[in-house]
């Protein structure tokens, strides 16, 4: 077994008004800081202690590298190669095919899984326990190396099975346990695109995840535990909740800053099913919050 674990905490107020998180992936909890736990919670509180009323609307927004995380792993697990060249996702080519070899993304990004990349090492080799379009069970004990899913904003492999790589003539690229968001000349950190932004709101995570239309990637959500205002460059207060419609391809396209790439993890996903991801945040200048959410 490949050594796997999180941490988490959520914190509130007296009054049950306010609420933060916190987490992370780990390997063996050396590295789990509760002192910095606890000092991120509180500062997150204090941030919320002037409450704003927003509405729905489009909104310049920054992700933190764990709301990239969410949203960024739904990319990956809808990459299979199959369903693309059935014409069934948001890979798929209009007349046939894959959009293999097709630009995707902005200029700079790259996606990809690398079962020896440091702080994210996952298990060299094939371990599936049942065959689906994206894995196979008489692919186990294949070889697992880098795979570049998108390279300089332009698909170049899918989720691909020997069978699914008969299909479309591409190379056998399976599913590796991890994945990696990089952009080009991306430096800095949250702190930074906040310091740049005049009037937005800042995330924390995401949750309740659900895929809307497969032929764009087009998925909903809610937002969760801290919308965070951001005014002349400074956090102001929190805002209310919202549901969010948003497809992390266009996210790809439309982002205007990236910080540097640092590990994350995905507060949706994370807990049971995909914890070894690396992305930076991205800030989104008309972020979908389609309408308010009363969840706390």
């Known amino acids: 077994m490949q050594p796997t674990g999180h941490w988490a905490c959520t914190a509130k107020d ?8 916190v987490g992370g992936a780990t390997r063996d909890f ?19 202690e002037r409450q704003v009323d927003l509405p729905a609307g489009r909104y310049d927004t920054i992700m933190p590298p764990s709301a990239v995380a969410d949203v960024m792993i739904d990319a990956y697990w809808y990459a299979g190669a199959r369903d693309a060249h059935d014409g069934q996702s948001v890979y798929s080519r209009r007349g046939g095919g894959t959009r293999i070899g097709e630009r ?7 996606l990809f899984s690398d079962p020896a990349r440091p702080g994210l090492e996952s298990q060299p080799f094939v ?5 689906t379009n994206e894995q196979s069970v008489f692919d186990n004990g294949l070889p697992l190396a880098r ?23 591409q190379p056998v690229t399976p599913y590796v346990d991890n994945l990696v968001l990089e952009v080009d000349g991306a430096t800095g950190g949250i ?15 995401l949750w309740y995840i659900r895929e809307v239309d497969p032929q764009s990637l087009l998925l909903t959500g809610l937002t969760r535990d801290g919308v965070y205002l951001v005014e002349g460059g400074e956090i102001t207060g929190a ?25 994350s993890f995905s507060r949706e ?19 979908n919050m389609s309408s308010v959410s009363q969840a706390r």
């Open 239 to 263: 805002v209310n909740n919202f549901r969010w419609n948003e497809s992390p391809v266009d996210l790809l396209n439309r982002f205007t800053h990236a910080s540097a790439t640092v590990p």
């Open 14 to 21: 007296a009054a049950l008004t306010r609420s933060a998180w």
């Open 127 to 131: 371990t599936a326990s049942t065959s």
């Open 104 to 110: 995707i993304a902005g200029e700079g990004v790259h």
């Open 147 to 169: 795979h570049d899913w998108v390279t300089d904003g332009t698909l170049t492999s899918l989720i691909q099975t020997r069978h699914s790589a008969g299909l479309t003539g």
């Open 191 to 205: 702190d930074d695109l906040v310091a740049g932004t005049e009037r937005g709101l800042l995330l924390t995570c």
């Open 269 to 287: 996903w994370g807990d049971d099913y995909f914890s070894r991801t690396a992305t930076p945040a991205l800030r989104i200048p008309d972020f």
């Open 30 to 48: 050396a590295d789990v800081d509760a002192l910095g736990m606890e000092a991120d919670l509180m500062e997150r509180l204090r941030w919320a």
